[in-house]
């Protein structure tokens, strides 16, 4: 993990695609929610993280030594999670399937976040973002 020094409202880290990375993303998330007042989003926050970061891990298939890049964004009463990787491959919200294990992580953000979406990154890959506003 590498990581930007705390610079007030946003916090910028930098991860393998290790399993236990996500676990780790959520403690540095949860940390930065306190200092910043947006406790109460606490749930939603790392729930919305863990599915984004999951996906970036699992999906994003890019070459050795491209790590994923995750931002916690403090936008007044509002929390910004962008979640960066290399891969030039947009997510797609599908329809669950109830027999089919995961699908499901999109649909889950789209519940909980106040909106989500992707954009392009300078230089290759994407980012993933979601917002969770304390007046919802």
Do not use: F
Not at 19 to 42: F, I, T
Not at 67 to 74: F, K, Q, S, V
Not at 79 to 104: M, N
């Amino acid at each position: 993990m590498l990581m930007n020094p705390d610079q007030g409202d946003s916090v910028v880290l930098r991860w393998s695609r290790h399993p236990r990375c996500v676990g780790l993303a959520r403690w540095e998330l949860r940390k930065a929610l306190a200092r910043w007042g947006l406790a109460p989003l606490e749930e939603s926050a790392v729930l919305v993280l863990s599915e984004l970061l999951t996906n970036a891990a699992r999906h994003a298939c890019v070459s050795p030594g491209r790590e994923i890049e995750t931002w916690y964004l403090r936008l007044s009463d509002t929390l910004r999670i962008e979640v960066h990787d290399a891969s030039s491959d947009w997510p797609e919200v599908r329809e669950p399937d109830l027999e089919a294990p995961g699908g499901r992580g999109l649909t889950l953000v789209a519940a909980l976040a106040d909106s989500w979406g992707v954009k392009d990154r300078n230089g290759p890959g994407k980012s993933v973002w979601a917002e969770l506003s304390l007046h919802q």
